[in-house]
């Protein structure tokens, strides 16, 4: 148990609609990341936000927003989908900036299913 | 652009046996250098990572790796294989030129150890 928590663990929904996922990173972390996963792409790394603020943006469609709170859990808003967007969607949190020296810990992610 | 290419999306061995699973990477400038593993219906952990410094570098549950800048490569080896290393194994890199924050993912290697 990495101590970062997900929510839901299974979504389906329908082309064109709305959904939201939900990240609480381990206590005393900082650091959101959120990454998408699919056969075909692969792991992509999405967006980062720390305390608060967005720090860098990967390859994160338009359709797709994320914010983080101030308690620091952070969800992912992912609007107009369509069939693509069917991905297991990761969370992870560290406790600083670096991606070189700060370890990211992954939840167990959110299997989303675009029908 | 960096990139990191995994050359085997499957690797079946036996148990007891020796593994190395390889992954290439693409970057024009120093990058540090990352392997994560995926167990099933879990999120990624940290196995290991080249910052700087000797270029052999020891993980966790006996993994190791080995930076040669020359061939631009970072194999995972592991001298002697358990059934519990059946896995998911990505090789992931980020660069130092102001993109601190992203880390760029392979497409992963299934290590799967057979009886």
Excluded: M
């Amino acid at each position: 148990d990495s101590g970062v928590t997900q929510t839901p663990k299974h979504l389906i929904t329908a082309t064109g609609q709305r959904v939201t996922l939900r990240c609480s990173p381990r206590s005393g972390d900082l650091s959101v990341y959120w990454y998408q996963q699919s056969l075909d792409q692969g792991l992509q790394f999405l967006i980062h936000y720390y305390n608060g603020e967005e720090r860098a943006k990967g390859n994160i469609l338009e359709r797709f927003s994320a914010q983080q709170f101030p308690d620091l859990h952070s969800e992912l808003n992912l609007s107009s989908l369509e069939l693509g967007d069917s991905a297991l969607y990761f969370c992870a949190s560290s406790v600083g900036v670096a991606v070189i020296t700060d370890t990211q810990y992954f939840g167990p992610g959110t299997r989303l299913t675009v029908l | 652009a960096q990139s990191v290419t995994q050359l085997d999306s499957q690797v079946p061995v036996f148990e007891e046996a020796p593994v190395e699973l390889r992954c290439n990477y693409s970057s024009s400038v120093s990058v540090y250098l990352f392997w994560y593993v995926q167990y099933p219906n879990q999120g990624l952990q940290l196995l290991l990572k080249y910052l700087s410094g000797s270029t052999l570098v020891k993980g966790i549950n006996g993994f190791e790796a080995e930076f040669n800048k020359s061939q631009t490569s970072f194999h995972l080896r592991k001298p002697s294989v358990h059934i519990s290393d059946t896995a998911e194994y990505f090789c992931a890199v980020s660069d130092r030129r102001g993109s601190n924050y992203k880390l760029t993912f392979g497409k992963g290697t299934l290590l799967t150890v057979n009886p």
